[in-house]
């Protein structure tokens, strides 16, 4: 099992920066899919970025070109930043790992305003 825990999230205005990071309790070198995801009030939870324990990344097309996702070994934590942001990209962002089952962090409320 492995605990995740985010931060980073808070209130920013259109056009504006966040970093979102994500902890991992143990080490994430052998994790095959970090991941994050968000949901938005009234809407499914869908993938915003992945990345892979080979270095793959891959991006919602709303957030291409936008949004960064890179993890950092050492550290056992993976990271989100995300520039440009948009009202539209208000919404909770919740960290996932993909290990033999799937782990979900609480969530960290993101939130830009126009």
């Known amino acids: 099992q492995v605990q995740l825990v985010e931060s980073g999230g808070g209130l920013v205005q259109a056009g504006g920066s966040l970093r979102l990071s994500c902890a991992a309790s143990?080490?994430?070198?052998?994790?095959?899919?970090m991941a994050w995801y968000r949901q938005a009030p009234g809407k499914q939870r869908e993938l915003v970025a992945l990345?892979?324990?080979?270095?793959?990344?891959n991006y919602a097309d709303s957030v291409k070109g936008r949004f960064t996702i890179s993890r950092e070994d050492a550290k056992n934590t993976v990271n989100l930043q995300m520039n440009s942001l948009k009202p539209e990209d208000t919404a909770v962002y919740y960290c996932?790992?993909?290990?033999?089952?799937?782990?979900w962090g609480q969530g960290t409320q993101v939130t830009v305003s126009s």
């Open positions: 996932n790992a993909v290990e033999m089952g799937s782990y």
């Open positions: 143990r080490s994430i070198l052998r994790i095959h899919v």
């Open positions: 990345i892979t324990s080979g270095g793959t990344t």
